[in-house]
């Protein structure tokens, strides 16, 4: 069966089902494991494929894998050009056990840190004004490295300079209909710690004054068709900031949010509650309210009070058998009504009395 498929996410297909699987199976063998397995499990369904999406996953060793490989042509600003980090060997440029015994107390394993390519080596940091030791969060556009982070002991960083700007890990977002923002790369490697792997990272973190998005201008093209965008920036005055912008800029309607209740961000999340409950946190994101726009849930609380205990008493006057049917709140406007000579005005008065006696009321009553 020959799966017609040209493009995902509006990116082209380059290279279509580059593991040679069966063609419209949704289950079969995995490229990444079953060939590895003892001769009588080699042949084993054991992974699922999701040809729309361009991704398989497998229930043995519980690894994705893409089925495509795409092109990589993106907007960006095509008359800007940028200067590239050297090309690095991700199998010989290694992070080193210094770094990864740090990393694992940060609750990230060297196999999320060989995922995700972050290296380590030796680089002149400005704010020190010398060489320091770093870790390089390496960021790639398929195949091509484009920009790299460098961090040393003392959280200081720097981007490489000209290089530039895009999401951090934003080819992992390709075939999925979903995704996750993040505010570092620490971020990202925990979700990835956790099994989400569709996590992105904004390139320089959130500023309270402002916010300059010209990263997401060269990636846009990777959020078309996009049902949800999670965005779980870290809960401080600099991330509702760019949580903002990123709603104002991708739609409200699209955007959903992340509550990390006493956590900072994802990875303080990881260390403090484990991987489990930061799945749950982050696929429990709720989506922004739209302006003017009530749902019930939003008032489902007072309208289950209402049900079980009426309403509530409000201001009452002091006549037993008038407070029984009869009781008023503040901002409301009551007419008294009746025909001439009934006894209208006193009965007002007899109520502006109860209230100055009860509540201390100084009202004005304006009669007609």
């Known amino acids: 069966m020959q799966v017609e498929t040209f493009e995902i996410n509006g990116f082209e297909i380059e290279d279509f089902n580059i593991h040679k699987l069966e063609e419209g199976k949704k289950q079969g063998v995995c490229p990444l ?20 999406r361009g991704w398989g996953t497998c229930h043995n060793c519980n690894d994705k894998f893409q089925l495509h490989t795409f092109k990589k ?6 008359d800007k050009v940028y200067i590239k980090p050297p090309a690095i060997d991700i199998t010989t440029k290694e992070v080193g056990m210094q770094a990864e015994d740090w990393f694992k107390t940060r609750g990230i394993s060297k196999k999320t840190l060989d995922d995700l390519k972050v290296t380590a080596g030796k680089e002149w940091m400005p704010q020190t004004q010398k060489e320091e030791s770093v870790i390089e969060f390496n960021y790639f556009i398929g195949d091509e490295l484009v920009n790299t982070k460098y961090r040393d002991g003392r959280k200081n960083f720097k981007l490489y300079k000209g290089a530039e700007k895009v999401f951090y890990n934003i080819d992992s977002i390709i075939g999925h209909n979903y995704c996750v923002i993040v505010e570092g790369e620490m971020d990202v490697l925990a979700l990835h710690e956790a099994g989400v792997e569709n996590a992105i990272s904004v390139p320089n973190g959130a500023t309270l004054n402002h916010n ?9 093209d990777y959020f078309i068709d996009m049902d949800r965008v999670i965005i779980a920036v870290d809960n401080d ?29 994802s990875n303080d999340y990881l ?12 696929t429990g994101a709720k989506q ?11 008032v489902e609380v007072e309208i289950e009070d209402f049900v079980r205990n009426g ?5 009452q006057i002091g006549l037993d058998n008038f407070d029984d049917i009869f009781s008023t709140y503040t901002g409301q406007f009551i007419t ?33």
């Open 33 to 52: 494991c079953s060939s590895n397995r003892k001769p009588a499990n080699q042949k084993q369904k054991c992974a699922s494929y999701d040809w729309e």
């Open 73 to 78: 042509t993106r907007k960006g600003n095509p």
């Open 212 to 220: 300059n998005l010209d990263y997401l201008d060269n990636c846009i």
């Open 237 to 265: 005055i600099a991330g509702e900031a760019l949580r903002q912008e990123l709603i104002r800029r991708l739609g409200a309607e699209v955007c959903y949010l992340v509550d990390f209740d006493d956590c900072k961000d």
């Open 271 to 282: 260390l403090k509650h484990g991987a489990e409950e930061l799945v749950k946190v982050i």
């Open 288 to 298: 922004v309210p739209l302006e003017n726009v009530t749902t019930f849930r939003d």
């Open 311 to 315: 309403f509530k008493p409000g201001f």
């Open 336 to 368: 008294v009504t009746g025909v001439p000579s009934s006894g209208k005005s006193d009965f007002v008065d007899q109520m502006c009395k109860g209230y100055n006696d009860n509540y201390s009321f100084n009202g004005f009553v304006e009669r007609k």
